[in-house]
C-alpha cells in the first residue's frame, strides 16, 4: 500500500504555532510513517534564498519539497499561495498512490477532499487545529479527519 501526504507548509506552520508550540518535522515525517502508512510527503511552501538551510533539512528528513514563487504585499510580507500547486502534484500523483493525506486546514482544499473522498482515496485531513479549521474542510472529510493538536506528545518540538 501506498500513501502520499499533501502538506500545505504555511498552513500547518500557523496553525501549530497558533497553539504556542513548534512542530519537529522529524517526528512529524515518522508519524505519518507510522500511523497513515506515508511513504512519500509533499511539503508545499514559498521558495526565499535565506532559508536554504530548512529547506536542505526538510528534504534530508524525508520530504519531498514543491516550491511557489513568492511575492512581496505591500508590507513587505512575503506571500507565496501553494493551493493551486498542492491540488495540480496530488491529482498528477494520483494513479500512483492507493490514498492521500491532506495536511491543511484551508477550507480551499474542500473540492480535492471531496473528489478524493468519493474516490475512495482519501486516507486522512489532518488539520493543525480544531479552532482553525475551515467548516467546508470539515464537511468535505466528514469521518476522515484527525487534529494534529491531539497528537502533541508525538510530533512537538523538543529542544
Not at 532559508?51 to 524525508?62: C, F, M
Not at 493551493?83 to 477550507?107: F, K
Not at 485531513?125 to 468535505?140: D, E, F, I, M, Q
Request: aromatic share 14%.
Amino acid at each position: 500500500m501506498s500513501n502520499f501526504a499533501f502538506i500545505d507548509g504555511q498552513n500547518v506552520n500557523l496553525g501549530i504555532g497558533g497553539l504556542g508550540w513548534k512542530l519537529s518535522w522529524r517526528r512529524f515525517r515518522v508519524y505519518l510513517e507510522e500511523h497513515y502508512g506515508v511513504s512519500r510527503a509533499y511539503y508545499f511552501l514559498g521558495y526565499i534564498p535565506e532559508h536554504q538551510g530548512l529547506y536542505t533539512s526538510l528534504q534530508n528528513t524525508g520530504y519531498t519539497l514543491v516550491f511557489k514563487e513568492v511575492t512581496y504585499r505591500g508590507d513587505g510580507k512575503p506571500k507565496g499561495n501553494v493551493d493551486a500547486e498542492l491540488v495540480l502534484q496530488a491529482m498528477i500523483e494520483y494513479p500512483n498512490y492507493d490514498s492521500a493525506v491532506i495536511v491543511t486546514s484551508d477550507g480551499d482544499f474542500a473540492c480535492l477532499v471531496r473528489y478524493l473522498y468519493e474516490q475512495g482515496k482519501l486516507g486522512r485531513v489532518l488539520s493543525p487545529n480544531r479552532k482553525g479549521c475551515s467548516a467546508l474542510l470539515k464537511k468535505a472529510a466528514r469521518e476522515k479527519l484527525d487534529f494534529l493538536e491531539n497528537a502533541k506528545g508525538k510530533i512537538e518540538y523538543k529542544n
